[in-house]
């Protein structure tokens, strides 16, 4: 005989029952059903009739709580769960109409045309663009300029972010083009909310056909890089200087100049954690025309810039470039 116990607490004044199951068929066979419920007082209790079970008169359940049969609920549940697969198309609808949006987080590299493409004969500054991830990502930018005109055309292209979309520094300069060709950014990771790029023309009659595609890669971290060129320090003159850069993350920085000489000058390194209050971190004697390196490679400051420590008469500056990186 098979039993089963409903227990409740007497202190809620319901008091515990015994059930017990009758069994009736083959026991020998391991086959026991049962037509009867035994209460504890011996009397059998019937078992209620298969037609009875979930019965359409049972108060039907109109919300997810309330005082509901177990059957009625579970109706309840089923009609939910038949109404949302009702509107799932079956596999194979080949049309958009028929489709279900679904957002998805996902796991490959998005490629955007970020400025299209077409001829610049001024300085232009694109509008601010939004991350397809956000800052949970990197990406890499591609600089293709298809043709190039005038008289000595320059092309100087920086790669700007921003937190609010209004101010905005520095991350990334390319080399300076003066031809077609592909080039590329290193992967970098994004810091701000924003981005934009900055072209720079100069020469005579310039122009510049070209276009920035960008592939972002979502969840991937490479180590935070800064490029910068300057080309408007004068070592004839001390103090002369390059912006102020923010390269905030970086620990590795490296500095060549690139310089005519006539007599020899002094370029500083010079870091600041404000932006306003500067120190010296390194110089270099520039005694030859060429490039001369400086390399630093302590301390984590969150803005730098490089200046004339000492001037040089006759000598010029072509570019000064200032590399840094996590």
Request: hydrophobic share 40%; glycine share 10%.
């Amino acid at each position: 005989m098979l039993f089963f116990r409903s227990t409740q607490d007497n202190r809620f004044g319901i008091a515990t029952k015994w059930l017990f199951a009758k069994p009736t068929g083959d026991e020998a066979d391991g086959l026991i059903s049962a037509t009867c419920l035994v209460g504890a007082d011996g009397n059998e209790l019937a078992l209620p009739n298969e037609a009875d079970v979930g019965n359409k008169t049972d108060p039907a359940a109109v919300s997810d709580t309330g005082d509901f049969s177990i059957i009625a609920f579970l109706k309840r549940i089923s009609f939910n769960i038949s109404g949302v697969l009702s509107r799932v198309p079956a596999l194979g609808v080949g049309t958009l109409g028929g489709s279900v949006p679904v957002n998805m987080a996902s796991s490959v590299a998005v490629q955007t045309v970020e400025v299209q493409g077409g001829a610049i004969t001024t300085t232009t500054t694109s509008s601010a663009i939004t991350p397809v991830y956000g800052g949970a990502g990197s990406y890499q930018c591609m600089l293709a300029v298809t043709s190039v005109s005038g008289t000595n055309p320059t092309l100087d292209v920086v790669i700007e972010e921003s937190e609010d979309g209004s101010n905005w520094y520095h991350v990334y300069q390319f080399e300076r083009v003066t031809g077609a060709g592909i080039y590329r950014s290193p992967r970098l990771p994004m810091r701000g909310l924003f981005r934009r790029f900055v072209r720079t023309v100069a020469g005579t009659t310039p122009s510049f056909n070209c276009s920035v595609r960008t592939i972002e890669r979502p969840f991937d971290r490479p180590p935070t890089r800064f490029q910068a060129i300057s080309r408007v320090v004068d070592p004839t003159v001390v103090n002369s200087t390059t912006p102020t850069y923010n390269i905030e993350g970086c620990s590795r920085i490296q500095i060549s100049v690139q310089a005519t000489l006539g007599a020899n000058f002094t370029i500083a390194l010079a870091g600041s954690q404000n932006g306003a209050n500067f120190a010296i971190i390194g110089s270099v004697n520039v005694t030859g025309s060429g490039a001369t390196p400086l390399y630093h490679t302590t301390g984590l400051w969150k803005f730098v810039r490089v200046f004339v420590q000492s001037a040089g008469a006759g000598s010029t500056i072509d570019n000064i470039s200032i590399a840094a990186q996590e």
